[in-house]
């Protein structure tokens, strides 16, 4: 099928008669006729139920125009974002990151790096946290991630960020929400939270306290997870402070303990594009320049 016959499908569905929608499609009605006969061939079974007042969808044909109708919106949109694009833009730069807050001064890098290299686009693509993949099969020019996690990974360059201390995630309310910084034994007869995705820094940092510690745990699932519980009034956690988003709903307080991620962009090393380089040092830059943000 192509996006005419999707058109006509579409049309005729919404007319339920053959006449009124060749009129609509500008087409004559043997012409519709025979689209849809052709259509219903390639894909296997009717779509319409003929009759004398017209026509009207079978059960396949309705769930089958659902999809269509999907289909069509997104090509209009990539039809319409291909446009925008194409006037304003003659290159384009895709960094991968699993969240905005993951690389928290990235509106200011792309601001001031479009403002300085008229006709390169900077686009983030959001990935599940921690997947490399599709920067590996080349969906991505630049990928932030944790050190640990692509060091070992031939063929990319990696430039440092910032090291990402660990924070101690509560409500705003609760008492330790009022400390500068959280010692371990702060945690005593307190519920906290573990797993979920957790990096192996976190991990470490979590055994030690289960081992020292007096307090209960439980395994959550993933990061919404967490969050929902904290709001729960179930437990506390720890996380990585790149995961925080900075909206004030809960309190991030540093947790004292030697462990730390370390943050880099990746690239591809085939890929010599000046453009990429300047990109990945003003990033680096606007990073040391604001150090006191990670502190």
């Known amino acids: 099928m192509d996006t005419k016959q999707i058109d006509y499908v579409l049309e005729l569905a919404q007319t339920q008669n053959f006449n009124r929608a060749a009129e609509n499609l500008f087409i004559s009605q043997p012409a519709l006729t025979y689209q849809i006969k052709l259509i219903e061939s390639e894909v296997g079974f009717a779509l319409f139920e003929r009759s004398p007042r017209g026509a009207v969808l079978t059960p396949a044909g309705e769930q089958f125009c659902i999809t269509l109708r999907n289909i069509r919106d997104e090509f209009r949109r990539a039809v319409e974002q ?25 509106p200011k890098a792309i601001e001031i790096f479009e403002h300085d290299n008229a006709g390169i686009s900077v686009t983030p693509h959001y990935l599940p946290l921690y997947d490399v993949s599709a920067f590996l099969k ?69 055994q030690r306290i289960i081992e020292t510690v007096n307090l209960s745990y439980f395994n959550s699932s993933d990061r919404e997870t967490t ?8 437990g506390i956690c720890l996380a990585p402070g790149f995961l925080n988003d900075h909206n004030g709903e809960f309190a991030w307080i540093p947790f004292n303990c030697p462990e730390y991620i370390d943050c880099v962009l990746c690239t591809h090393s085939g890929d010599k594009r000046e453009s990429i380089k300047d ?11 604001n150090e006191w943000f990670m502190a």
Not at 186 to 196: A, Q, V
Not at 227 to 234: D, G
């Open 227 to 234: 969050l929902t519980n904290i709001t729960a009034h179930k």
């Open 138 to 206: 080349g969906e991505e020019d630049i990928l932030f991630s944790r050190l640990k996690n692509i060091r070992n990974i031939p063929g990319i360059k990696i430039y440092p960020l910032f090291k990402s201390r660990i924070y101690l995630i509560t409500e705003r309310t609760d008492p330790l929400a009022q400390k500068e910084i959280i010692q371990p034994e702060d945690l005593e007869g307190r519920t906290l939270m573990i797993g979920g995705g957790s990096p192996p820094e976190l991990r470490a940092v979590q």
């Open 82 to 106: 291909g446009q925008n694009f194409s006037t304003r833009y003659r290159t384009n730069i895709t960094i991968g990151l699993p969240m905005r807050s993951a690389v928290y001064f990235l």
């Open 279 to 289: 990109f990945v040092k003003l990033l680096q830059k606007i990073y040391r320049d």
